[in-house]
């Protein structure tokens, strides 16, 4: 059981170092949020049903019960990634990915009370640390506090999309989950630009070399990471996902500063509170590991 959790463990560090690459993706693509969005989850959506379509017919199968639950997970991941990309494109890749680290806090206080268990201190005060360390970097970069506030938004929404998919993987195939939400959060943002006056059509025009990454994203860091990322939560708890989810700027600001990099300044503020979630992160690994060994 312990190796089955590693392995799944690894694994999903591998799918946040995905998850780190779209940030950069989101920046060197053209196109505003709303549009990224709907190119992101349309296509995932229309990758997976190919692969249906070809190989499993059955994996279009989902327990009616669930419906409910899955299109309330779509439309959450769709505003998610539209909050997401929108911080990003506002306030930079760093800023942006920073704030997602408070996702751990806002899912130790959120998953008790969705599962009625009793709140663990430890996930409070690794939880708390992380946000300590956001208090800094929100006082270096105040002129962002836009840009934070939607960041934070899009971590509450990537808190609750964990705790609810967390609960149904057991119930369902995580790829016919991945397939329907996907599908339902395309479906939403399409719905969003009849309402936008700011939307277009030619707010949806390419670039040159957009369509490329555009199909990276898609493909590589959607359809794929996300179906695993899902199917992870079988062998995780919530928190354990949200604390493995705040190395995503860890691996974001590398690949940024790796492609850009002296293109985002930030403070020395901003750098000191970066450290301290990246000491929370690592603090819950160890003590982890040593209450696993007690047991």
Not at 37 to 58: C, E, K, S
Not at 234 to 251: A, C, D, G, K, Q
Not at 276 to 285: A, P, Q, T, W
């Amino acid at each position: 059981m312990q190796n089955v959790r590693g392995k799944n463990l690894l694994l999903f560090h591998f799918i946040v170092l995905l998850f780190g690459f779209t940030s950069v993706l989101g920046a060197l693509i053209s196109v505003s949020a709303l549009p990224l969005v709907i190119y992101r989850m349309g296509l995932a959506a229309i990758g997976l049903a190919l692969f249906f379509l070809i190989f499993h017919p059955n994996y279009f199968y989902l327990p009616k019960r669930l419906w409910g639950e899955v299109i309330l997970g779509g439309v959450i991941i769709g505003v998610h990634w539209v909050t997401f990309f929108y911080a990003i494109k506002i306030a930079g890749v760093s800023l942006a990915l920073s704030m997602m680290a408070t996702g751990a806090l806002i899912t130790a206080i959120l998953d008790p009370l969705f599962n009625r268990r009793k709140i663990l201190g430890y996930e409070l005060i690794f939880g708390g640390l992380t946000t300590i360390g956001i208090f800094l970097i929100y006082q270096a970069e105040f002129e962002h506090i836009l840009g934070i506030s939607i960041a934070l938004l899009s971590a509450f929404l990537s808190s609750l999309f964990t705790i609810l998919n967390r609960n149904m993987v057991v119930k369902a195939k995580a790829i016919t989950l991945s397939f329907y939400e996907l599908a339902v959060g395309f479906i939403v943002g399409l719905l969003v630009t009849f309402f936008s006056d700011e939307i277009t059509i030619q707010s949806f025009e390419l670039k040159e070399y957009d369509i490329i990454w555009i199909f990276i994203l898609a493909f590589l860091c959607t359809s794929y990471a996300f179906n695993i990322s899902i199917k992870v939560m079988r062998h995780l708890s919530s928190f354990t996902i949200m604390m493995v989810i705040n190395l995503e700027p860890i691996y974001g600001m590398i690949l940024s500063l790796l492609i850009w990099k002296d293109k985002e300044f930030l403070s020395l503020n901003f750098y000191l509170g970066f450290l301290i979630v990246i000491f929370s992160i690592l603090m819950n690994g160890i003590y982890k590991i040593k209450k696993q060994g007690i047991n």
